[in-house]
């Protein structure tokens, strides 16, 4: 049995090395011991083949297996009430951080030709926020990212209002604007997030996301 395990981050800097190959480990919850890089972080998630699998998950011949370290810095949660920027753009404040790029979406008073009141955001919370997370560990690992912060607004929001706020901080500038435009984008697409736009003369569920 051979496998392939990618690092990344405070990972990679302790193994030495982005990639290392493995010998006859059987299960993801074998790769960590196998690697030999003493106490095992919490919050270190795993991918297989770049799909994200629990620690119980048999491997076969020529896997790759991805370890997603924790996000240094920053938060990922749902909030009700007003949203801050500046309080996210702290929350990924870095040394090592070259740039900030930050992503700030607000309900606006016209859609789809309707004149809109407020927004009412839902989420499934129990499953949201550890999506978010598991977003931003994502990102971090795939842009060598210094810290990530995506606060989304639950409840009615007014028209002006922030719905969400997105500050990302990276080495580089490039990383930074790739990586806050992929968190909005995906975010709309996979976190279990609804919204409803209310009218002057009706009102309506939007689907998922912003």
């Not at 930050?102 to 004149?115: D, I, K, L, M, Y």
Request: proline fraction near 4%.
């Amino acid at each position: 049995m051979h496998v392939t395990v990618r690092l990344f981050a405070g990972l990679r800097e302790r193994a030495g090395a982005s990639r290392v190959e493995l010998e006859d480990v059987e299960s993801v919850d074998e790769v960590w011991t196998a690697l030999g890089l003493g106490p095992e972080p919490e919050g270190l998630l795993y991918a297989v083949n770049r799909a994200y699998v629990d620690r119980e998950q048999e491997l076969r011949d020529g896997d790759e297996v991805a370890l997603i370290p924790p996000v240094s810095g920053g938060a990922c949660r749902l909030v009700d009430g007003p949203l801050d920027l500046d309080a996210a753009a702290a929350e990924v404040a870095d040394d090592g951080a070259g740039a900030t790029a930050a992503f700030v979406g607000t309900v606006r008073r016209s859609s789809r030709g309707r004149e809109v009141v407020h927004l009412e955001y839902e989420a499934f919370e129990e499953m949201a926020e550890p999506m978010l997370e598991r977003l931003a560990a994502e990102l971090t690992a795939r842009h060598g990212l210094s810290g990530v912060a995506v606060h989304h607004r639950v409840g009615r929001v007014e028209i002006g209002e922030a719905s969400v706020v997105i500050a990302v901080s990276a080495p580089h500038r490039a990383a930074a604007l790739d990586a806050c435009r992929e968190a909005i984008d995906a975010l709309k697409e996979t976190i279990p997030l609804w919204k409803k736009e209310v009218y002057a003369d009706g009102e309506e569920w939007i689907g998922r996301g912003s």
